[in-house]
């Protein structure tokens, strides 16, 4: 067990620019969620697949946001033109989505600080 | 819609001692999970304890353990003989299940617990 992997651990940009992270599930989980933690705050939930079926999206996606997760195993998060607003840590999140018991692993979160 | 209310920003406890964290919360959902997860600084998120909401019986995992109060839901975390390593933000999630399945989590804003030598 390798554990939820996400790249970059940090991201610099300026406003305006786009950004795309990836997230590696645990290996067996077919279930990968992103949530958004501000500072001081709890993660807020974003999105989530199972699979590569997006299920839920949060009204939090804004149009700028797009996640995708072609092949059912790595998801990647997209933000187009990025506003200082977006600064923020993202959270990857994996489970294994038909034992209804397991919780949620996470990984160390990119993030990102806008110019 | 799931709330989740932590109402104590920060605490602080003397290494060795007991510390209780409090957490409300909300949903009109009859088939739940409750979570607590611990943050250290700069490190990743991971589970601390979770309590299936329709076990009567309180969870316990070592030193950790919740008080379940379901009528008031009101779940609470005791850490027990606290540890240097305890200190971290911790947080309080529900998260609700459809049809079986694990949704997403709804998260408190976390206390941020300290525990002094």
């Known amino acids: 067990d390798t554990g939820v992997s996400q790249d970059p651990r940090h991201k610099i940009t300026k406003r305006g620019q786009n950004v795309t992270f990836r997230c590696d599930p645990i290996s067996e989980h077919n279930r990968l969620y992103w949530y958004r933690q501000t500072l001081g705050q709890g993660p807020e939930f974003l999105t989530y697949?199972?699979?590569?079926?997006?299920?839920?999206k949060s009204r939090l996606l804004s149009d700028r946001f797009s996640a995708e997760r072609p092949k059912g195993s790595f998801s990647t998060l997209e933000i187009q033109r990025t506003e200082q607003g977006d600064s923020a840590m993202y959270l990857c999140?994996?489970?294994?989505?038909?034992?209804?018991?397991?919780?949620?692993?996470f990984g160390d979160g990119t993030r990102l600080s806008i110019l | 819609a799931q709330t989740v209310t932590q109402s104590q920003p920060e605490m602080s406890v003397q290494e060795a001692e007991t510390v209780t964290l409090s957490c409300t919360y909300d949903t009109s959902e009859s088939n739940y999970y409750l979570f607590w997860y611990k943050q250290p600084p700069s490190r990743q998120m991971i589970l601390v304890i979770r309590?299936?909401?329709?076990?009567?019986q309180n969870a316990t995992e070592n030193r950790f353990s919740v008080n379940f109060q379901k009528a008031a839901k009101s779940f609470s975390l005791k850490i027990s003989d606290s540890q240097l390593g305890d200190t971290a933000m911790y947080f309080c999630?529900?998260?609700?299940?459809?049809?079986?399945?694990?949704?997403?989590?709804?998260f408190g804003k976390g206390t941020k617990l300290s525990v002094k030598p």
């Open positions: 999140a994996s489970s294994d989505g038909l034992l209804s018991n397991q919780p949620q692993h």
């Open positions: 999630a529900s998260g609700e299940h459809y049809g079986g399945s694990q949704g997403n989590l709804i």
């Open positions: 309590q299936e909401a329709y076990k009567q």
């Open positions: 697949f199972q699979n590569e079926a997006q299920l839920e």
